[in-house]
């Protein structure tokens, strides 16, 4: 089970890695432990990613109810973040940086946590005291940090250029497109 201890120290680890600090890696437990520790970063996102989405709900046009609507999401989110560390084995596997795909799974999971943490508190603001456009912008700067930090993650992690990073990078948004656009008709719709 992972500490409460390890669950901050990676948090700070994600939090270091965005202010580009050489010694973030070191926050981070790297280790076969880790690895397995890091996944428990998507259940702990789960209650902050319910939370946020139940705000934005009533502003959405479906006839989903809202649990199922809920469920749905979660298991969506749950798929991209897996469908893409699949990805990523499977091109760590024959581009030769398979010996770390760890780190970068331990990593990238604990950062996908913080980045939740992060736009919980600023999708609440943006979404329910900001005008439509603001909020539009705040939404679109922090998806491109997103994939800025994602591109830097990718070349610390894993070793390689910033042209693969790039392409790494745009390989996530892609999953996330694909994923988003199977589950779209069941969260869109009515469940009876």
């Known amino acids: ?63 989903t109810a809202l649990i199922p609507f809920m469920l749905l999401l979660c298991v969506t989110l749950w798929v991209s973040w897996g469908a893409y560390l699949a990805v990523m084995a499977i091109f760590a596997r024959f581009m030769g940086f398979s010996d770390q795909y760890s780190v970068f799974v331990i990593v990238y999971n604990w950062a996908q946590l913080a980045l939740i943490l992060v736009w919980f508190p600023l999708s609440i603001i943006s979404n329910g005291i900001l005008p439509v456009e603001l909020a539009s912008g705040i939404n679109l700067v922090f998806i491109i940090a997103t994939y800025v930090y994602l591109w830097y993650i990718l070349r610390i992690t894993l070793n390689v250029t910033g042209g693969m990073a790039v392409g790494f990078a745009f390989i996530e948004f892609l999953v996330v497109i694909l994923i988003q656009a199977s589950f779209s008709s069941w969260l869109f719709t009515a469940t009876s």
């Open 1 to 63: 089970m992972v500490s409460f201890r390890e669950i901050t120290s990676s948090l700070y680890g994600a939090y270091m890695l965005a202010r580009r600090n050489p010694d973030a890696l070191n926050h981070f437990n790297i280790s076969t432990e880790g690895f397995y520790h890091s996944f428990a970063a998507m259940i702990l996102a789960v209650p902050f990613f319910i939370f946020e989405n139940a705000i934005d709900y009533k502003s959405l046009e479906t006839e």
